[in-house]
């Protein structure tokens, strides 16, 4: 038993995520739907989102609330996002669609937070939701959104949604990363209502907020200069003495952020090593050294397959039994198939080379959707509107 004792942390971390998946909390189920209330605008950025868009719009529609309006951005997409959203637009639906076809971005800003100032602009609801064209909406998701709003009394609201995976290496790679992320704001209660703003965080995916908090806030305009914009807006609020409150919403949202290696490594590249230093308390040492540190959890997935193959370590052979059956539950909740889990330490080599390589760049170069940041800016023509 005695040579068995170094699996425990393995265990641990098992029985540890059952407890978690098993007790998301809160969760918008417990909402019940409000369906009528100040007009609602909701703005959604698009850039090559031509196999998105559309559909993205119509279930925006379907949404059982009134008054509604949709802002749609094109952030001079090179595919048929402005096409197939102004298709979209004019099919017939209870919910006006206004498409603007959006100018590039100033120097220093950021392609997203661009064009979500722009569709704020364009903007009339009191209330402001800044929706991905890669979502896809249930009926009751803005309803439910806008009762927690009010019922927590809270200046944002943010889902977690259902994350969809469709190829082999999204299913691969991706929950580690959603196991990585979830170990830091697994505990929602940490989140909600906080004061400690390297705590705060949004899913960019859906921020509901009331228009006068958002301008109190500065508007994506006091984010305009950060790829992670959702994780600094929130973070901004905070700071401004104002409630962020985060829900559970894998019912009533649906999301496939990557489709492919190359975007999962792009996407992934851009993101963690400027956004997991602001999620640490804000020590300059701690800061810089932690995207350097992000790979190094992937060592515990590795190490035990690699000691039970090579020298029949005992305890080796139950580490990686529970790890087995972690992934298998990780996958489990994220709806990836579960013998996926076999190659556990694949995912786990190949995500720590992704965060290696997040760090590495350190956001000098930061490259998405066909935009390299840091060059210069072009004007573009006149907004499109109906």
Not at 7 to 25: E, Q
Not at 323 to 334: A, P
Request: aromatic share 10%.
């Amino acid at each position: 038993m005695i040579v068995w004792l170094p699996a425990v942390p393995w265990i641990a971390v098992f029985v540890m995520v059952v407890y978690r998946y098993a007790s998301r909390a809160p969760a918008l189920r417990d909402y019940a739907p409000r369906t009528s209330g100040p007009l609602l605008s909701v703005v959604i950025p698009a850039r090559n989102e031509a196999v998105n868009i559309a559909e993205c719009i119509r279930s925006i529609r379907e949404a059982r609330y009134a008054p509604l309006e949709i802002v749609v951005v094109d952030d001079r997409s090179s595919d048929a996002t402005l096409e197939r959203a102004v298709a979209a637009a004019r099919e017939p639906g209870p919910a006006p669609v206004t498409v603007i076809r959006g100018v590039d971005p100033p120097p220093g800003w950021y392609g997203k937070p661009w064009a979500l100032v722009q569709g704020y602009q364009a903007a009339a609801g009191g209330l402001l939701l800044f929706a991905d064209a890669d979502t896809r909406h249930s009926p009751e998701l803005i309803p439910r959104a806008v009762q927690a709003l009010e019922t927590e009394r809270a200046d944002l609201v943010t889902v977690l949604p259902r994350q969809e995976m469709g190829s082999f290496w999204e299913r691969l790679l991706q929950p580690h990363v959603f196991l990585a992320l979830a170990t830091r704001v697994s505990d929602l209660r940490r989140v909600n209502r906080t004061r400690r703003v390297w705590d705060a965080i949004a899913n960019g995916q859906f921020i509901l907020t009331t228009r006068a908090a958002y301008e109190a806030a500065g508007t994506h305009a006091a984010v305009h200069d950060s790829v992670v914009d959702d994780l600094l807006i929130a973070q901004t609020y905070v700071r401004c003495g104002r409630d962020i409150f985060l829900v559970h919403a894998t019912e009533y949202m649906r999301t496939r952020m990557y489709r492919s290696l190359g975007e999962i490594v792009e996407g992934w590249s851009k993101n963690l090593a400027l956004g997991t230093p602001l999620m640490m308390p804000p020590v300059a040492p701690l800061r810089r050294i932690v995207p350097w540190l992000m790979w190094t959890p992937a060592l515990a997935w590795l190490a035990p397959p690699v000691a039970w193959a090579v020298w029949g370590v005992p305890w080796a052979a139950v580490a990686t039994l529970a790890s087995l059956l972690l992934f298998v539950e990780v996958n489990r909740r994220e709806g990836a198939p579960l013998w996926y889990a076999l190659l556990y330490p694949v995912g786990a080599a190949i995500v720590a080379f992704i965060m290696l390589r997040s760090a590495w760049r350190g956001g000098r170069r930061v490259e998405w959707k066909g935009r390299v940041y840091g060059e210069g800016s072009r004007a573009a023509p006149p907004a499109w509107r109906s």
